[in-house]
Nanobody
């Protein structure tokens, strides 16, 4: 069984920063892609950023230049550094991984609220 645990969410003022972490544990053979998704109230879940095992990254246009995804393969952990946060970044952020066998796992989410 695979578990993903997100942490680092919270309340931050516009323009502030937060760093999310996602630690994967359990019966993981090998993690290929690690990603962050988010879901705002009344909206569909959307991709925020993804990082391949080799380090290549991709971002949603709305966060390019403000968010940075990274990973530590030895720790099976992904990070999302979020800078210059805006109220529209308010959402539940979910960690997602795809393993060597293309099985997909989700975390339970962490709430990020950007408000003054």
């Amino acid at each position: 069984q695979v578990q993903l645990v997100e942490s680092g969410g919270g309340l931050v003022q516009p323009g502030g920063s937060l760093r999310l972490s996602c630690a994967a544990s359990g019966s993981i053979y090998s993690i290929n892609a690690m990603g962050w998704f988010r879901q705002a109230p009344g909206k569909e879940r959307e991709l925020v950023a993804v990082i391949a095992r080799g380090g290549s990254t991709d971002y949603a246009d709305s966060v390019k230049g403000r968010f940075t995804i990274s990973r530590d393969n030895a720790k099976n952990t992904a990070y999302l550094q979020m800078n210059s946060l805006k109220p529209e970044d308010t959402a539940v952020y979910y960690c997602n991984i795809k393993d060597f066998f293309n099985r997909v796992y989700w975390g339970k989410g962490t709430l990020v609220t950007v408000s003054s």
